[in-house]
């Protein structure tokens, strides 16, 4: 069992930044692969970026790639993303979720286990 709890979400204007963390405590195993995922009102679930712990090896969605960047801190197992240059369509529920793969994946049916989501709003 994993347990993920995303914290950092808030208000921002169009430009600005916020930085999200996600706390990964329980059966943890150095070959997982963490992602974040964001979900706007009304939309499907979609794809941000994900990271391995072993390799720190980054993917990202080509709407987020250049703005976004995500970390992990193994000691403390935390996976951070940095979220630069916000756009009002960045506004969603944004989640992580591990994955007991290395393989790169960006479908959300491909990762187990999930937070609880924290909410990011830009305005324009």
């Known amino acids: 069992q994993v347990q993920l709890v995303e914290s950092g979400g808030g208000f921002v204007q169009a430009g600005g930044s916020l930085r999200l963390s996600c706390a990964v405590s329980?059966?943890?195993?150095?070959?997982?692969?963490m992602g974040w995922f964001r979900q706007a009102p009304g939309k499907e679930r979609e794809f941000v970026g994900a990271?391995?712990?072993?390799?720190?090896?980054?993917w990202y969605s080509d709407s987020v790639q250049g703005r976004f960047t995500i970390s992990r801190d193994n000691a403390k197992n935390t996976v951070a993303l940095q979220m630069n240059v916000l756009k009002p369509e960045d506004t969603a529920v944004y989640y992580c979720?591990?994955?007991?793969?290395?393989?790169?994946?960006?479908?959300?049916?491909?990762?187990?286990?999930w937070g609880q989501g924290t909410q990011v709003t830009v305005s324009s």
């Open positions: 979720a591990t994955r007991a793969s290395v393989a790169f994946s960006s479908s959300r049916s491909d990762y187990k286990y």
């Open positions: 329980g059966r943890t195993l150095s070959w997982y692969t």
């Open positions: 990271i391995r712990w072993d390799t720190g090896s980054t």
